[in-house]
Every structure is written in C-alpha cells, then in structure tokens.
C-alpha cells in the first residue's frame, strides 16, 4: 500500500512541516497577532496564536478522519496521483493567493484594554474556527505528503501533535520577532512576509508536482 513502511520520524518531520504551513500565512488571526504583540505584549499575541493552533488541529483531525474513511479509494495508485496531483495545485493556488494578499490597514489599531490571556486565546480561537475553508488546505496537505496512515495509531497521533508543535512554534517566533522589531514592524513587513511564504508554498507545490509526475516519493 501506499503508505507502508511508514517511519514515525517522517510523519513527525511532516507534522511540524504542515503545522508551520497552515499557520504562516498572514490572515485575519495572522493581522490579529501582530497587533496584539505590539499593542499588548508579546504574550498577548503569542496566545492569540495558540488558539490557532488549537482549531488548526481540530480541522486537521477532522480532515484526517474524513480521508481514513476511504483507504480503498486512496490504496489505489492511480487514484493517490490524481490526488496529490489536486494537492499540488491547490497548495500552488494557496500560494499565489498568499503572495498577492494585502494586509487589513492598519495593525495600530486604539486599544486600551488588554483582556485577560484567556479571552486573548479564545478570540483567536474563534477567528480561525470561523474559517472551515482551511480543511481545503489541510487536505491538500495531507494529501501532497501522503500523511494519512490508517492503522498506524501511534506514529499518526504523534503527527497530529506534531502539527500542533508546528503552530505553535511558528506563532511563538512570529510573536517573539515582532516584538523585538516593533518600532520598524508595519504593513509593508507584513507583504513582504507574506511574499516570502507564498513564495516557499508556491516553490514547494511545483516541486510535489515534479515528483509526481517522475514517481519519486518525498520519503
């Protein structure tokens, strides 16, 4: 099949990989973070981040669920092609769109109440859960890097929770960062993040295509 032999060092290195992808993007939640870092604290906007991850993991669960349900059709060879030649496209998409977003206009927005760490979490949250567009990318993913694998329990709960590592590393260095820049941090360091991410996604989805299309594996 497929996914045989499977190494738990891979699915963990593919775990904090798509952990990192589905996070770096700077969205509403990403905007969210910065301006919390710099008109609260660090902790503030690193927090925010966590309650990212935590939906991010939720839909990614989700995800994974759904595609262990059909292990027939993704036994088939001819049917994985097709799928993570999908998968490569759509994160090639990703990608572009990644590159051309433009930031909210402003990331000094007046606040004069913190709020408590926990509603900080909570509000973040919410704004990625509020977005279930994101189980697209997380198949995508799963898909281009074959990181289902049914009936290997232990090493898939270890990705899963490499993704949530994932997350949350890149939203503690995203948070660490800015505060330390956050006298130069405005809209164009956002672009240009974003150019720099969409770029590496882009790079990455022609390089699953070329793969693909030669038959060679990512492991």
């Keep these: 099949m497929w996914f045989e032999p499977v190494s738990t060092l891979d699915l963990i290195l593919k ?7 589905a996070s770096a993007p700077m969205g509403p939640v ?3 973070c910065i301006r919390r870092t710099l008109n609260k604290g660090r902790w503030y906007g690193f927090v925010t981040g966590v309650g990212a991850a935590f939906s ?5 669960l989700i995800t994974g669920f759904g595609m262990s349900f059909v292990v027939e059709f993704l036994e088939d060879k001819d049917n994985m092609f097709y799928l993570q030649m999908a998968g490569s496209v759509m994160l090639f998409f990703f ?3 990644t590159f051309v977003c433009k930031p909210a206009p402003s990331i000094h927005p007046p606040s004069n109440k913190k709020g408590t760490l926990a509603h900080n979490l909570a509000t973040g949250f919410l704004v990625t859960f509020s977005n279930p567009l994101i189980i697209f990318l997380f198949v995508a993913l799963f898909a281009r890097f074959t990181f289902v694998v049914p009936e290997h329990v232990v090493p898939q709960s270890l990705g899963y929770l490499s993704i949530l590592a994932g997350a949350l590393a890149w939203w ?4 660490y960062a800015v505060d330390k820049v956050r006298s130069r941090f405005d809209l164009k360091g956002i672009r240009r993040l974003n150019r720099i991410i969409g770029t590496a996604v882009i790079l990455a989805a022609l390089a699953g295509l070329a793969i693909t299309l030669t038959g060679l594996t990512w492991h």
Excluded at 56 to 60: F, K, N, P, V
Excluded at 172 to 175: G, K, T, W
């Design 56 to 60: 991010d993991i939720l839909y990614a």
């Design 15 to 21: 775990g904090l990989l798509i952990g990192i992808v």
């Design 95 to 97: 990608g572009l769109y």
């Design 30 to 32: 990403g905007v969210l």
């Design 172 to 175: 503690f260095a995203l948070a």
